[in-house]
């Protein structure tokens, strides 16, 4: 992706990862700030303006950097779960995608410092194991070519064998690093939700076979049918869809797989359908529970049961895990 403007905090300079970006980017125009959030956090910012002109942010990440996992995200049964942050937004434009009412802009933000995440997360290994989903409010994989920090996680997971690092992604890399404690979790949708919903993510069918390239390197591979989006013939689509990856995956050779329906913090739900009033997903009449807005509760049970019913066929169900 070309960036028209590069945003850059002035103290970000210091930073080996502000200059590896910055000379990647020829072209871009450069905007010195004081701070990310006086261009991040304007009122008022057009989404679909962002996307056609796309700008990247360098800032310094001061404050909080590693948080405990919200109750929305799934732990695989890993105790003292944990998720960071370092790069905000995404390259990829999912309708669905709860960025769009988290954050208030649609430009990427990257923290160059990850010199001190790293201390933050060695700060708690020294409190016991720890599991961290290091790609969640973005798709570091995607962004690797550029920044390198999907790359500066592996190497921090093989400096501590207690640290699980779980890198989430929509991209089809060509390679990946077989690492023993990181899980590559491959986010897939049959291709009528892909092609509809997940604008600028590789095809369904390139992230099968970068899945497949992954497990035959040896790298331990989580396979997510999340989120399950109720389309017209959901039921054949996605019958449809775990035939096609199973006909290329033998689940048995995967880590586990996560199921979940679409769900969203209230708050953003109400925030994506004030910024983007066309937004089909954002409009579907929800239910919301718990501050959180999610199919009814008949829904919900009846199409994780359909899809863990076909996916048992394939691999034990204690491999799979829902969302509730
Ligand atoms: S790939 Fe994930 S983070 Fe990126 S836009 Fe899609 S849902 Fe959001």
């Not at 992706?1 to 210091?14: F, N």
């Not at 008022?44 to 001061?62: C, G, M, S, W, Y």
């Not at 649609?106 to 290994?125: A, R, T």
């Not at 500066?152 to 890198?167: I, Y």
Request: glycine share 6%.
């Amino acid at each position: 992706m070309r960036y028209t403007h590069i945003y850059v905090e002035r103290s970000a300079y210091a930073y080996p990862l502000t200059k590896r970006i910055l000379s990647a980017s020829e072209g871009s125009g450069i905007i010195d700030i004081d701070h990310y959030k006086d261009v991040f956090d304007r009122p008022r910012q057009d989404h679909e303006f962002q996307r056609k002109n796309p700008a990247l942010i360098l800032a310094v990440r001061t404050g909080a950097r590693v948080f405990k996992g919200a109750p929305v995200c799934q732990s695989f049964g890993q105790r003292n779960f944990y998720y960071s942050s370092s790069i905000m937004n995404c390259p990829f434009d999912c309708e669905y995608c709860y960025l769009k009412g988290m954050y208030p802009s649609s430009y990427i933000v990257v923290f160059v410092n990850m010199e001190d995440y790293i201390k933050d997360v060695e700060g708690y290994l020294t409190q016991g194991p720890m599991y961290v989903c290091a790609s969640y409010d973005t798709d570091l994989i995607a962004l690797n070519p550029l920044t390198g920090l999907a790359d500066s996680w592996c190497d921090l997971a093989l400096r501590h064998e207690d640290l699980l690092v779980e890198l989430r992604t929509k991209a089809a890399p060509p390679e990946l690093r077989a690492i023993p404690n990181v899980i590559y979790a491959f986010t897939i949708s049959p291709e009528e939700v892909a092609s509809r919903y997940e604008k600028g993510a590789p095809a369904a069918s390139d992230r099968i076979r970068a899945a497949v390239r992954a497990l035959d390197s040896g790298c331990r591979v989580r396979l997510c049918f999340d989120p399950m989006i109720k389309i017209p013939g959901w039921r054949d689509a996605y019958a449809g869809f775990v035939e096609e990856v199973t006909a290329k995956i033998d689940l048995t050779r995967v880590t586990d797989v996560s199921v979940g329906t679409f769900r969203i913090s209230g708050d953003y739900l109400s925030s994506m359908r004030k910024r983007l009033p066309a937004n089909e997903i954002a409009w579907y009449p929800y239910i919301v529970k718990g501050g959180v807005a999610q199919y009814t509760e008949e829904d919900d049970k009846e199409m994780q049961d359909f899809m863990c019913g076909l996916l048992e066929e394939h691999i034990g169900r204690e491999k799979i895990f829902t969302w509730n």
